[in-house]
């Protein structure tokens, strides 16, 4: 899925004191389809990622805040959604947790509603738990979760559970 080179720019454990720009001419043919997926996956010295660059011309341009290596890829896989230490139809005591995976990065967006209802997930890395509060009750719920990627694939699961 690669549609450029990997570049290396400079050497990664050099700071970099300003956010840079970068261009990467992709083998793309403009009024692909396949554009609206293309991201840019970076590799630096501690961090990996994916950035939703612009399209100028067959370029792809992006901006970063260290050194390392990039390469344009397309995305169309969607993220994985997996309860954590709980399945469906569970009895849950006090809290849900939900593991949201993307094959080339971050998770860009985590939405999820109880029985219709908005609810707040707590995030810390690719988990997500919302602990139990005045939005649910004792009893079944049912419990839809979204999740989205930088390059805007979705994912969507349903879940059945009955809170203690």
């Known amino acids: 899925?690669?549609?450029?080179?990997?570049?290396?720019?400079?050497?990664?454990?050099?700071?970099v004191h300003e956010r840079y720009t970068v261009s990467i001419k992709s083998v793309l043919r403009?009024?692909?389809?396949?554009?609206?997926?293309t991201v840019i996956q970076f590799s630096g010295f501690k961090n990996k990622r994916v950035v939703k660059g612009s399209w100028e011309g067959n370029s792809m341009r992006g901006m970063f805040d260290e050194l390392g290596k990039v390469q344009l890829f397309i995305d169309t896989i969607s993220p994985e959604i997996v309860p954590a230490g709980w399945?469906?139809?569970?009895?849950?005591?006090?809290?849900?947790?939900?593991?949201?995976?993307?094959?080339?990065?971050?998770i860009a967006g985590f939405e999820a509603t109880i029985d219709g209802q908005w609810v707040l997930f707590a995030q810390k890395g690719n988990s997500f738990t919302y602990a139990f509060d005045e939005h649910c009750r004792p009893g079944r719920h049912l419990l839809i979760v979204r999740a989205t990627d930088v390059a805007g694939n979705s994912s969507e699961r349903k879940f059945v559970f009955t809170a203690r």
């Open 1 to 15: 899925n690669a549609l450029s080179p990997r570049i290396s720019l400079h050497n990664p454990t050099v700071p």
């Open 30 to 37: 403009p009024g692909s389809p396949l554009r609206e997926k």
């Open 87 to 106: 399945s469906n139809n569970d009895i849950i005591n006090d809290a849900l947790t939900i593991s949201a995976h993307d094959n080339r990065g971050d």
